[in-house]
């Protein structure tokens, strides 16, 4: 019967000692997540104070396997207004559009610029032509990497004929334009603040959101550990007595 009973407690042992290494290494893990978060969004700031780059500097760090994303940089063109195209999207609790504006480079490249949010009842440049903005521009913004495809299962897909897209495929906005592929730029450039004649679109929209919460998390399992390990404690010395 004794023997017995060192058995099951050496079991009971071991169980507690298992759940405790595993209680002990997901904390951990997550502490190591909070690092890594915690540098993205150190550098994710760092590029965005940074003096904007050239188009030509941001192309080539793209073409070379680099992250542009977040990236300040500046570009000018001339605006291809009558190939907007647009994104669903909320602004201040509002439905509407991002508009990506295909914007021409003197050498003919293209790169497409989302020039910020209108409502819904905007969406048509004929309702806010003063932001149809003609000449020569100069866009100052954040530069955004091109998606290789569709987030999630869960987005809708995109509705070409009707110009309207869930997701940023810039192959897709492009080839809906009928602008050669070739000369479209592989990264996206988000405007930022610039006032606009007539208010519309509104610019600097481009969010930041990582979510941070990997401390919390961390200190829910190390706090799991060593209530298992108070529990484990009093439950021997009650067996002692």
């Given at each position: 019967m004794a023997a017995m009973t060192r058995v099951k407690l050496a079991a009971s042992g071991?169980?507690?000692?298992?759940a405790l290494a595993l209680l002990v290494s997901l904390g951990t893990w997550q502490m190591h997540r909070?690092?890594?978060?915690?540098g993205l969004i150190a550098d994710i700031e760092a590029r965005r104070h940074q003096p904007p780059a050239s188009v030509e500097d941001i192309d080539a760090l793209a073409r070379n396997?680099?992250?542009?994303?977040?990236?300040?940089m500046t570009a000018s063109g001339t605006?291809?207004?009558?190939k907007e195209r647009r994104f669903l999207a909320?602004?201040?609790?509002d439905a509407g559009f991002y508009i990506y504006t295909p914007l021409q480079l003197a050498d003919g490249h293209i790169l497409f610029v989302n020039r910020g949010f209108v409502p819904e009842q905007k969406k048509e440049?004929?309702?806010?032509?003063?932001?149809?903005?003609?000449?020569?521009?100069?866009?100052?913004?954040?530069?955004?990497?091109?998606?290789?495809e569709k987030p999630s299962r869960l987005v809708p897909d995109n509705d070409i004929a009707k110009n309207v897209f869930y997701w940023k495929d810039l192959d897709a906005m492009a080839a809906s334009t009928g602008i050669d592929a070739a000369k479209v730029l592989p990264f996206f450039l988000d405007a930022g603040p610039s006032p606009v004649p007539g208010g519309l679109p509104i610019g600097g929209v481009t969010m930041i959101d990582l979510p941070n919460s990997h401390l919390q998390y961390a200190l829910t399992w190390y706090g799991l550990a060593l209530a298992l390990a108070v529990i484990a404690v009093i439950s021997v010395f009650r067996k002692k007595t």
């Amino acid at each position: 019967m004794a023997a017995m009973t060192r058995v099951k407690l050496a079991a009971s042992g071991f169980l507690v000692l298992v759940a405790l290494a595993l209680l002990v290494s997901l904390g951990t893990w997550q502490m190591h997540r909070l690092a890594w978060k915690e540098g993205l969004i150190a550098d994710i700031e760092a590029r965005r104070h940074q003096p904007p780059a050239s188009v030509e500097d941001i192309d080539a760090l793209a073409r070379n396997g680099g992250d542009v994303d977040y990236r300040a940089m500046t570009a000018s063109g001339t605006y291809l207004n009558d190939k907007e195209r647009r994104f669903l999207a909320t602004y201040d609790g509002d439905a509407g559009f991002y508009i990506y504006t295909p914007l021409q480079l003197a050498d003919g490249h293209i790169l497409f610029v989302n020039r910020g949010f209108v409502p819904e009842q905007k969406k048509e440049p004929s309702t806010r032509m003063g932001g149809q903005l003609l000449g020569l521009q100069r866009v100052t913004g954040l530069a955004r990497a091109k998606l290789a495809e569709k987030p999630s299962r869960l987005v809708p897909d995109n509705d070409i004929a009707k110009n309207v897209f869930y997701w940023k495929d810039l192959d897709a906005m492009a080839a809906s334009t009928g602008i050669d592929a070739a000369k479209v730029l592989p990264f996206f450039l988000d405007a930022g603040p610039s006032p606009v004649p007539g208010g519309l679109p509104i610019g600097g929209v481009t969010m930041i959101d990582l979510p941070n919460s990997h401390l919390q998390y961390a200190l829910t399992w190390y706090g799991l550990a060593l209530a298992l390990a108070v529990i484990a404690v009093i439950s021997v010395f009650r067996k002692k007595t």
